[in-house]
């Protein structure tokens, strides 16, 4: 009776929403499921059937609902009991675009009616859906379906909403790039998922935006013209970050664009000799000089300091320090230089990247956002692994996001 059963009223659930769809889709503007108990209840017990409204259209609409509904239990197709199905909610029930709504009715079984039940909907709300009755169990308190595992999402369009749009973004430059240098590839992607805060909404008059963010970034050397291609180093970089971002209006001048403050974890996912890592806490200010939707320069300091065990690279503060400094002049639509700097302590080390970006625009079928990627790289620690060697490199390629 146990797994058996389970797998019968299930089908005989799939097999009732698509009856209802069929037989109440042609008389209103939604579509509904049902749903029941999906286990085993007792003799005389009062269960739960839940009535799911489904709106498809991209109008709201309302669907009215009697009180209550009349049907008809049956076993071996001989049996029958008349039942009714009630309701003390309103009989109105709105259902927004794209949503759905869930009308809850509730049905007192007759004590003589047990084993393999069909409970029948009569038109319009024509449905039929499966119980399994004992009279060996105890009468309980109404049972509820589990809708959870039995409603769908509002749409697909709510879920990849609720997932995905405006939470994923980017965050650090994504690029891939070649050039003659020992590690000729060097290739970054880069996420950030928002957790908490919202969006907000165009034209609201808001000062700032706070939210929550968590962020990844992966930076990988790669000796791809060396036999087997092997990875020289990759920095593994997960953070957890607040950022208070100003909101303001288009004009030029100084602009205060908010600040960011959190802790980033580094490692390159190694073991013995050649294991580094390293965690930190910062705060980055940013600030802009000219229109946000024009030409513009960004500079962006990040102070950070230094929060735990370096027994696996020591003496990397001396090459780090504790201030980088980012420098973008561009344009959205034309070219965009970049300079990220830092200074090790003492002055004397530390490290320079620049890169050099423009839109680059293919026909169709290619015909996706990029950007030519040209960078220069000279200084200490280009990989975490050779933090204290000094190196210079210049490489090309694509990026899309700069």
């Known amino acids: 009776m146990g797994s058996s059963a389970g797998r019968f009223l299930q089908t005989e659930f799939?097999?009732?929403c698509l009856l209802l769809l069929m037989g109440l889709s042609a008389v209103h503007a939604v579509v509904v499921n049902v749903a029941g108990?999906?286990?085993?209840?007792?003799?005389g017990a009062t269960v739960t059937v839940d009535f799911v409204l489904l709106n498809?259209?991209?109008?709201?609409?309302?669907?009215?609902?009697?009180?209550?509904?009349?049907?008809?239990?049956?076993?071996?197709?001989i049996r029958q009991w008349p039942v009714n199905l009630e309701t003390a909610a309103p009989s109105g029930v709105a259902v927004a675009a794209g949503g759905f709504a869930i009308r809850s009715y509730t049905l007192n079984l007759p004590a003589a009616a047990t084993g393999r039940l069909f409970l029948e909907i009569p038109e319009p709300y024509a449905g039929r859906i499966a119980l399994e009755v004992r009279a060996?169990?105890?009468?309980?308190?109404?049972?509820?379906?589990?809708?959870?595992?039995l409603v769908p999402p509002r749409t697909v369009e709510s879920a990849v909403q609720r997932t995905f749009t405006r939470r994923f973004s980017a965050h650090e430059p994504i690029y891939f790039i070649y050039g003659d240098e020992p590690q000729a590839a060097k290739f970054q992607f880069s996420f950030r998922y928002r957790i908490a805060g919202a969006e907000p909404e165009p034209g609201a008059p808001v000062e700032a935006v706070h939210r929550w963010?968590?962020?990844f970034t992966q930076r990988s050397l790669w000796d791809i013209d060396a036999s087997s291609s092997p990875f020289y180093d990759t920095s593994y970089m997960p953070?957890?970050?607040?950022e208070s971002q100003a909101v303001m209006s288009e004009r030029g001048g100084f602009k205060w664009l908010g600040y960011q403050a959190g802790a980033r974890h580094e490692s390159n996912g190694r073991t013995g000799p050649g294991s580094r890592s390293l965690n930190t806490v910062y705060f980055r200010p940013g600030i802009a000089f000219g229109r946000l939707d024009?030409?513009?320069?960004?500079?962006?300091?990040r102070f950070h300091a230094y929060v735990s065990d370096l027994s696996d690279n020591a003496n990397i503060r001396d090459y780090r320090g504790n201030v980088d400094l980012l420098l973008a002049f561009g344009k959205n639509d034309r070219f965009a230089v970049t300079v990220a700097g830092r200074l090790g302590r003492g002055g004397d080390r530390g490290s320079v990247e620049a890169n050099l970006t423009v839109p680059v625009k293919l026909a169709p079928p290619l015909d996706f956002a990029t950007y030519f990627l040209l960078q220069y790289w000279s200084g200490y620690g280009e990989s975490l692994l050779d933090y204290n060697v000094r190196s210079t490199a210049l490489r090309a390629g694509f990026s899309l996001v700069r």
Do not use: K, Y
């Not at 259209?57 to 239990?73: C, F, N, Q």
């Not at 953070?239 to 607040?242: A, K, V």
């Open 136 to 149: 060996d169990l105890p009468a309980a308190p109404p049972v509820r379906a589990p809708l959870s595992q």
């Open 56 to 77: 498809p259209a991209a109008e709201p609409t309302e669907i009215v609902l009697p009180a209550v509904l009349a049907g008809r239990l049956s076993a071996d197709g």
């Open 239 to 242: 953070e957890l970050f607040f």
């Open 37 to 43: 108990p999906p286990g085993v209840v007792g003799a």
């Open 14 to 16: 799939r097999g009732a």
């Open 213 to 215: 963010f968590f962020g």
């Open 294 to 301: 024009g030409w513009n320069l960004i500079v962006a300091p």
